[in-house]
């Protein structure tokens, strides 16, 4: 039959590019068995270095998944969150034909055959994929540190893309254990499963599979001495810490609090990653991966990408050869902005309804208003717009499209230990976010909830400001169960929906190229594409 996953082959031309090391053929271009390629990589590790290098170039791969369509919203997983993100209640943006993203604004990503879902699909299991390659390659049960460190590499890469996937077609982990979730493909299965095709495993069989190979991992990570990013290059590459951190979030969704408070702790220890200060944050910031707070990066080379097809493109406001030029900016909620004490160093990290932010300086305000040639003719149109992102190097032009994008910053792993310890003990998690929030972020913040919920909730509220604009706002609501309530949060009138959280919007459909082709997934077995949103009158 066909081969199952479609999207799959691009794997060969991607994850390898530029990088092979001859494990594929032999002289004359014969095939060597799986068994050949082992014996290989165990007499000489470094043959394997290149597939393993090869993970993290494919979270900014350009044209990675869509190929040959060129689509200018395929470069990768920064590319999902921006579709994430677009999901959610905390990031209007304008419905223009420009913004490339507006699929997941207006909730018309909702089909099988939208490419925002094929996109999802393909990314994480392209990632899949090449990490079942490497593994297929090494013997699980060496004592070769390097092999360990690169065996490491492809389970935590491949748990990562696991986790993704369970998070965006299905709901969330309690409550939904026993519901169908994504194929479970490893070095294992992935032959027969190329033949006979893959069924949809349960919610519980994914987060096994997450957790197992997280464990595994987090295991020989340790064992080989990789506990730290060691520079700014190696935060692309998963350590002990970065592991732990994923575990952390797994946890979180899974509501075993002494767990996620466990491995949270272990990062705030070991990670070596303490958080941006007050004044760090007082201007336009993340975009270096070396920024003492990032444990885990992509890190942006010159050369990868440029022009319109990057992060910075769509996003950062102060990219003059980007999206913003044409009106395509990113702004945060106002609801949620208003909520935010003036005391708070995050408040400057939007303009104010009236355009002003006490984080521009004079360079930076020009791009937005009072100069010829600025986005604004007056402040008051920069109304919310982001500038908690700045250029690389704060230029404005040129090569200012090398922002390195983070995946993991230390701040989240302060509230993730806040919010579990206060799911088992109120006072001790108030303590840990108030001690996190006066430190870093507001010295007159004082949270004074008991209910352990009650506290949750705030700290959902302080994960919305924190992270935003960093892809992690559409899990949280789906973790937390809350619903996508965009009124009165400065939407135009055509995407304020209120989406409650069971509805089958909230999930992405497995994509039509993959039921027709995976005779274990039928139509039939789909999520369900749920009705158009019906817009709600302000």
Known sequence: MKTTYKFLPV????????SCNDLDTEPMGSVVTSTQKENVVANDPSMAEASVNALPM????????????????DFGWPAS???LDSRTADMPSTTSTYNWFGDGLDYSDKTNNNYSTRFMWGTNYNMIFACNSILKTMDPETTNPTLQYFMAQALG??????????????FTYVGNQDKPCVPIITEVNSDKVAVDGAARATVQEVYDQILSDLNKAVDLLKSTGHIAPADRLGKQYITASTAAGIRARVYLVMNEWEKAATDAQYVIDNSQCTPYSIAEVSKPSFWDASDHSWLF?????????????????HFVTFYTGGYAQVGVYRKINTALFESIPATDVR???????????????KAHADILYGTPGSYFESKEEAAYINVKFDT????????????DIPLMRIEEMYLTLAEAQAMNNPTLGVATLNNFMQTYRNPQYNCMLTSATEIQDEIWKQRRIELWGEGLSYFDLQRLKKPVDRVGGGFEPAVVFNIPADS??????????????????PASANNEEGPIPTPIAE
């Open 11 to 18: 794997v060969a031309a991607l994850a390898f590019l530029g």
């Open 58 to 73: 494919m979270t900014k791969q350009y044209c990675g998944v869509l190929g040959n369509t060129k689509v200018q919203s």
């Open 81 to 83: 969150m921006l579709f």
């Open 157 to 170: 890469y491949r748990a990562w893309a696991y986790f993704n996937l369970a998070q965006m077609y299905q």
């Open 297 to 313: 990066a992509i890190d942006i080379e010159s050369g990868e990408v440029g022009n319109l097809h990057c992060w910075p493109g």
């Open 347 to 361: 408040k400057g990290w939007w303009c104010d309804a009236n355009g002003d932010s006490p984080n521009l300086d």
């Open 392 to 403: 690389y190097q704060s230029m404005f032009s040129g090569v200012c499209y090398l922002n």
């Open 504 to 521: 089958p919007l909230r999930l992405y459909l497995i994509p039509l190229g993959e039921t027709q082709t995976n005779p274990l997934i």
